[in-house]
């Protein structure tokens, strides 16, 4: 089975960043920093645990969770689809070669791209971006 994204929405319930709410103009472009400040709610770790497991989340120290109300968990897309940021359009990608910290390289359980390179990943992204 080839690689790529299996719309599974794992990667948005619930999002984990590095960075808390006060941080994001810091690190977003100022367009991605206004939409997460509206759209991004903090949430808590067992929230996270419950969502996606406790092993996998417990891998995450120091990292922040935050719901995101654009997610729908009827149909588990997107409905910003077209005004989502950017980290979200270049997911995974993000999380292998823009997070220098421990966490880079972790993506998802399952995920779809989960075993490639960083190359791999932008080839699977493909006119996506
Ligand atoms: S976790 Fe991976 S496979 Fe699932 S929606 Fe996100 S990018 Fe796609
Ligand atoms: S904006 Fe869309 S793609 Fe980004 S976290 Fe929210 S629901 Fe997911």
Same mark, same amino acid.
């Given at each position: 089975m080839g690689y790529g994204c299996k719309r599974c929405? @794992?990667?948005?319930?619930?999002?984990?960043?590095?960075? =808390?709410?006060? $941080?994001?103009? #810091?690190?977003?472009?100022?367009?991605?920093?206004?939409?997460?400040?509206?759209?991004?709610? @903090?949430?808590?770790?067992?929230?996270?645990?419950?969502? =996606?497991?406790? $092993?996998?989340? #417990?891998?995450?120290?120091g990292a922040y969770w935050y719901r995101c109300d654009c997610f729908d968990y009827v149909t588990r897309t997107c409905r910003c689809y077209d005004k989502r940021p950017g980290f979200c359009r270049r997911f995974p990608l993000c999380h292998?070669?823009?997070?220098?910290?421990?966490?880079?390289?972790?993506?998802?359980?399952?995920?779809?791209?989960d075993g490639l390179t960083a190359d791999g990943i932008l080839a699977a992204l493909g006119g996506e971006q």
């Open positions: 929405g @794992r990667c948005c319930d619930p999002v984990v960043l590095s960075y =808390l709410k006060k $941080d994001f103009r #810091s690190y977003f472009t100022e367009e991605d920093a206004r939409f997460t400040e509206r759209h991004f709610h @903090r949430v808590s770790r067992d929230y996270a645990a419950q969502r =996606l497991g406790l $092993d996998w989340v #417990s891998t995450w120290r292998i070669i823009s997070d220098p910290g421990p966490y880079a390289n972790a993506l998802y359980p399952d995920c779809g791209f």
